[in-house]
């Protein structure tokens, strides 16, 4: 067993070697193969006629061979039979031979006929010809499948992605799909059967594959007979639950792959190339989301919108599908130069009609931001500006309120003085009963644009908050992070193993953020379905199993314990807050105690002295429990504080 084993691997690696070291014979290579086989049938010819008949002159059997040689050499160089990929022969390959094989006998029996007007005496017998037409067409055509069979056989020992596939459903799509896989050379996967959600189905067969019935929940069948992949077509079974298949098949380690429409496909490309791998987005139980587009561009088009934090994850979603609205004139700002010279020339490629402006500058700089306004005259201003990192906001609380709340405060403040019609910000589920310095400085930052709302009377400016959790895939957020430590070879770091949090796309994220920003009437906080929380444990194992590894074998998972500032789950509303829901049953309105504008304004221009006095952050975050009372800290510095708030009370 052992001698098997090295040998098969020795025939692996040499092999592999072999295909990568050789490429595409060139043709005049090709050309010389089949001289050589035209030579071969010429001696096989010979051989045969001299088996059946005593008369066989050598001599003059090799002149004749050479003619014969002469005029297939020609046809073969008419009929280009040279000029196709062996590995890649085809029925029109076949053909191109069948042709100049054919032409060829036929230009020998034209000799044949001349030669017997002429001297009444014959070049070949016709016996000779047809032996000689039969077996010169076979062995091309043989060493071409030969060729192209032994390039298959190792190309798939070799190539690790030829596995046991089923297809998900029965229908025209599903079928298709399946045909343009059989048909694949070299093969990269062996499909086996069908998938089908009908019990009555099961005792047909598509494509002389039988037809396994799946019954929701179970995937028992899949396993039972080893099958190694799925592939789900873009159309299958309405009532299936397709994200709770997906998740079965990914914690049985069963490769999930998807694959376009049909009519998507291009010909010109291999099918397995169009297949692709599912994401871990496409893991969340959530349904997809249903948008208001009409109110929406109602909102938006011809408008001239700012962005802020534009070049960041969530901003620069938010530009790319503002563009989408048509704007009069999109103002992207951020201090991040080269993300905004890329995202600049992305919008100005995609949408050449809309004018688009890139800004560099800092929301903690009033007096630039004045210029910005006075020059542009924002209509609507998106807020995405933030800081967001929770342990390095713990440690750096001076900068957390410098952007968080200051800058936030500058961008409303001139949004009033400039009359823009809505501003929409975007804030976190962290700012619900903060643990943390930089969900209580976003908790602020709402106060104080709501506050606004309470002298409304004063301008007419619809102040909207817009509050979700974790993006997946956004900047700094835990995907990414996995991702690299997958690639790295792990171990993969998780803080604590039932931390859980509500994620979300980015495209997701953003799409809610455009429609509340056009469905608030101000003054609101808008709060996101996020469905069900994801136990981060979970996510890192379906991220390894993604991959094709497996968790705690191939990558380790590694428990570092709690951040400063991090709890185990976020919350969406507090325990006072309800909610009320709006026409989109994805976004609820929650209901948050209101403050007066001058009360926020004044805590908040304290604080603002305490943090241009100095660098004292325990006096800081001090004031900050104070404005947000339900700012408890944990795994923090700062939780001696909250201490001393309970003594004093």
Known sequence: MKKIYFFSQLFKVFSHKLLKRFGYLPRGIVFAIDLFLLVLSCILTGFIIYSLTSDFNFQLFINKSLVAISISSFYFLLFRTYSGLIRHSTILDAVRLLLATSFSAATLLSLNFIQFYTTGSVLFKIPTILIFFIVSFTTLFFFRITVKQAYEYIYSYNNKYVARLAVLGTNDNSISLGTAILGEKPKRYNLIAFLDTKRKNQSKRILSLPILFLQEGNIDILIDRKIQAVLIPSIFPADFDIKKFMNLCVEANIKVYVAPLIGKLDTDKPISSQIKDIQIDDLLERDPIELDKKTIKKQLKGKTVLVSGAAGSIGSEISLQIAGFKPYELILLDQAESPMFELGNRLKELFPDIKIRCVIADIRNYNRLHEIFEQFQPEIVYHAAAYKHVPLMELNPYEALFTNVFGTKNLADLSVKFMVGRFVMVSTDKAVNPSNVMGASKRIAEIYVQSLNTISKDHHTKFITTRFGNVLGSNGSVVPIFQKQIEKGGPITITHPDIIRYFMTIPEACQLVLEAGAMGGGGEIFIFDMGEPVKIIDLATKMIKLSG???????????????????????????????????????????????????VASQIEELQKIVLNGSDFTLMVYKMKEIVPEFISQNSVYQSLDVQKSNLN
Not at 552 to 561: A, M, N, R, S, V
Not at 584 to 591: F, G, L, P, Q, S
């Open 549 to 599: 590894l497996e968790p705690h074998t191939d990558i380790k998972i590694k428990i570092t314990g709690l951040r400063p500032g991090e709890k185990l789950y976020e919350e969406l509303l507090n325990d006072r807050s309800t909610t009320h829901p709006t026409y989109n049953d994805k976004i609820m309105i929650a209901t948050e105690k209101h403050y007066t504008h001058d009360w």
